[in-house]
Every structure is written in C-alpha cells, then in structure tokens.
C-alpha cells in the first residue's frame, strides 16, 4: 500500500461541505510559529544584550546576531511543520476515505506518542471501512443476481410513482428494456391500479408481456429520506393449472372409484337376471332369485345417490352469514348432541364471535363425530374445549381413540378409512373454518394415545 507522505493537498473548493476556510488555516498556522517565536524571545532577547554589551567587535556582534535570529526564525518554523505536517496528512487520509479510496496508510509512528496513536487508529479505520466497503459491494453483486435470476417481477417505484428499479422479469412483463422503463410513471406502464388496494392479493390482468393471474405484494420503503413503493408480481397461473390438473386428477380418480363399486355390481347383478329370465322354462326359485338381484341393485343405486349428494354438498357450501355468536352455549349444545358417548366439556372464558352458528355447530359436530368413532373403538374418552392465545379462539377435540394412521390424505376429497364414510367430513369442515378466516388441524397427540383437532379462528376487533 501507498503512505500518504505529502506536505499537504490542494482541496476541492468547490464543495462547500470539504472547502476550508483559508483564513482560519492560515491563522492556526501563524498561531503556532508566533507562538514558538514568542516562546524563544526572552532567551533571544537576554543573548543580544549580553552579546551588543559584552564589548565584542562590531563585525562578530552582527554575525552572532544574524545566527541567533535565523535559529529562532528556523526553529520556529520547524516546529510550526512538525505540527502542521501529520495533521495535513491525516486530513488527506481522511479525504481519500470519504472519497472511497481505502488504498493508501499513514506511515505508522511511535506508539507511545499521540500522533502515532491517531495515526494507527486512522490506519485501522480504513482498514475497517476498506473491509465493509468489499462486503457490501459482494452483497450488491448478490442481489442483482438474484434479481436478476429470479422469476418474479420486481419494481420500485419513488414518492411521486415513477419507477427507479425494475429486473428483467419486470422487462419481460412490460416488453420492454430497463433503460425505455425507468423515470416513467406508473400510469404510463399500465401499474397504476397495482399501486393502489390491497397490499397482498390476487388479480387477473394482461400485460404487454403476459396475461393470466398474477399474485400482488406491496410495500414501502423509504431512501434518501423519502418514501418508496417496492411492487413484486409472481405469475400465478402456471402454478394454478398445475394444481387445478392434480385436483382433478384426484377428483376423477375418486369419482372413477365410486362409480365402479357401484355400476359393476349392478352390471353383473342385472347380466344374471337377464340371463336368467331367458332361461325356458324357468327354474323354480326365479323370483326369489329376482327379488335378491333387484335389492343388490337398489342398494348400489342408493349409495350413489349419497354420493353423489356429498359431492353436491362439498361443491355448494355457502357463503358464511356472520352474526354476533357466544361460543359456550354452542359447546355446550354439541357435547350434548352425542348419545354413544359422554362428551366431557372444559370451557374457557366466556366470547362472541362474528360467525356464522350453523356452519360452526356442523363442524364441531363432524369433529365430534369423528372423535367418538375413534374412542369408541378402544374404550377411550373424549374432550372438548376452547382458551384464547394471540387474539384468536381455538377449539380443540380430544379423543383417546389409536390415533391417526395416513395424515397426508386427511383433506383429500372422498378419502376415508371408516366403513362406510362419504370422506367429506373433515373437508367439509376445512372449508368452513377457512370461509370464518381461521384454519382446521388434526394430529395425534404427543404426550397420550388419540388425536386433538384445533379449531383457530380470529377474534373481533376490540373498539
């Protein structure tokens, strides 16, 4: 590395923040060689007394006396630059610093002298600036490439709505290059409605670079003191259609199920009694064997009827009709609902809620439900109750039934392990709790045998 070694540099005195102020410089600096003339003076003053009275010749009084003064001149001045000189050179270090040049050092001096401590401690700044200067520069260089990388449009937009920022799946969505982006306003590239609303939603809209569903975050940011608005797009539909593919797949997957444990046993029940009514002359228990064939048909044509009326049900569940709602009368009334079973009820602290009762009172039912059936098959017991924690109801059903065996399907439309379940219960009620703005869970539990179902749903606003 360079040493800063000059006497001193010419500053910039076109930046008023940098300029010195020439006169107050200069007056430092006359203050310190006057200061050294004056501390010399008397002594001076005492040797040109004794040398222009001691009797000397004329010729050897002139000399001394031009000696002594060009040494009190001389000395003055030396120590006027020894002063001056590392505080100049410490202020051109911190010149190139704030400059953004961390390539030059201080020669370093005595440790145990003040100027070669600030020397050092100015070294070991740049040394540390030097260091966080590289590690931002290797952050920056991080983001742009995964800005620019990443499949997600990102725009930041000043106070007054133009955009300062965009990455290239901003230019793909606009069609259009950053340098043709940057400085328009929002208006102009068609994002002013992204601007405002919501902060987090979904919309359909076409771009000159794409058309589909497009997923909106919003936020602010400030820089330089002022706000600015960071716009982050993701295209939704790719991800959509490949889940809308998956559900229907399951779907009819299902539905294939259903429907062929119903139709092939009515196909092969009425093959026999086609063949058995061409049969001359007919056998003696024909009708018998009518009737037995016709009830196998009725009873596979009942089931599909049911299902069928689930599906309908999952398919058309209504829009909640949020309404003021206490939470332990209904608690109360489902415990009380189930006969197989004693229901233990643990209440919390008394609540309303904004709900819809009648949906809630089917999904504490089903849970309920379920929660018997397990405990039924081992004897055990079930619980239900409610308590608060971060501003939100949660309901929970304990059973200690054996547990759940297949957590991954347990909202998989139509999947059930019961005999003779529709497998839309716990979907059904997943779509309830989600329609209030809550969320429905099942896991077994950690500390005793059975599974615990949590209903959390948000609490109202206090006013």
């Known amino acids: 590395m360079s040493e800063v070694r000059v006497k001193r540099q010419d500053h910039d005195h076109s930046d008023p923040a940098r300029a010195p102020h020439l006169g107050h410089r200069f007056r430092f600096e006359n203050r310190i060689t006057l200061l050294a003339m004056l501390g010399g003076l008397?002594?001076?003053?005492?040797?040109?007394?004794?040398?222009?009275?001691?009797g000397y010749a004329a010729k050897v009084q002139w000399t001394l006396t031009v000696f002594l003064l060009g040494c009190w001149i001389g000395f003055a001045v030396a120590m006027r630059e020894r002063l001056v000189f590392p505080l100049q050179t410490i202020s051109n270090m911190l010149a190139a610093l704030r400059e953004g040049d961390y390539s030059i050092r201080i020669r370093p001096g005595r440790r145990d002298d003040v100027v070669g401590e600030?020397?050092?401690?100015v070294n070991i700044l740049g040394e540390t600036l030097k260091k966080q200067r590289l590690e931002m520069v290797d952050a920056l260089n991080l983001l742009r490439a995964v800005m620019a990388e990443i499949d997600v449009a990102v725009f930041a937009f000043d106070h007054n709505d133009n955009l300062r920022l965009v990455n290239r799946?901003?230019?793909r969505l606009l069609a259009q290059p950053q340098k043709r982006l940057e400085g328009r306003s929002a208006q102009q590239l068609g994002l002013a409605d992204c601007l405002e609303g919501r902060p987090?939603?979904?919309?359909?809209?076409t771009f000159p670079g794409g058309i589909g569903r497009w997923g909106l975050r919003r936020s602010r940011f400030r820089e330089g003191g002022m706000p600015h608005t960071l716009l982050v797009m993701t295209d939704l539909s790719q991800a959509l259609r490949e889940e809308e593919r998956q559900a229907w797949q399951r779907l009819v997957r299902v539905l294939g199920h259903e429907l062929n444990n119903s139709l092939t046993p009515i196909k092969s029940m009425a093959g026999s009694l086609a063949s058995l009514l061409r049969l001359d002359p007919m056998p003696d228990d024909w009708l018998e064997d009518m009737r037995?064939?016709?009830?196998?048909?009725?009873?596979?044509?009942?089931?599909?009827?049911?299902?069928?009326s689930s599906y309908s049900r999952l398919a058309r569940?209504?829009?909640?009709?949020?309404?003021?709602?206490p939470i332990a009368p209904l608690m109360r009334?489902?415990?009380?609902?189930?006969?197989?079973?004693?229901?233990?009820?643990?209440?919390?602290?008394p609540l309303t809620l904004q709900a819809d009762e009648a949906q809630l009172e089917q999904l504490l039912i089903n849970l309920v439900k379920n929660a018997v059936d397990a405990a039924s098959e081992v004897d055990g017991k079930v619980e239900i109750g409610w308590s608060t924690r971060n501003h939100h109801l949660e309901v929970f059903v304990i059973d200690e039934g054996p547990g759940l065996s297949d957590t991954a399907n347990l909202f998989v439309p139509f999947y059930t392990t019961k005999k003779g379940g529709s497998g839309i219960g716990l979907v059904l009620s997943r779509q309830i709790a989600e329609a209030h703005g809550g969320a429905l869970t099942l896991e077994n539990r950690q500390s005793a045998r059975g599974c615990k179902a949590t209903l959390r749903l948000p609490l109202p606003e206090k006013s």
């Open 42 to 54: 008397p002594a001076l003053a005492v040797c040109l007394f004794l040398i222009w009275e001691g």
């Open 118 to 121: 600030i020397a050092l401690e």
């Open 169 to 171: 799946a901003g230019e």
């Open 200 to 205: 987090i939603r979904t919309l359909n809209h």
């Open 292 to 308: 037995r064939g016709l009830s196998v048909i009725n009873a596979r044509a009942d089931s599909l009827i049911r299902f069928m």
């Open 317 to 325: 569940l209504p829009q909640p009709d949020l309404a003021p709602m």
């Open 333 to 349: 009334r489902v415990a009380g609902l189930e006969t197989r079973l004693k229901v233990a009820l643990n209440p919390g602290p």
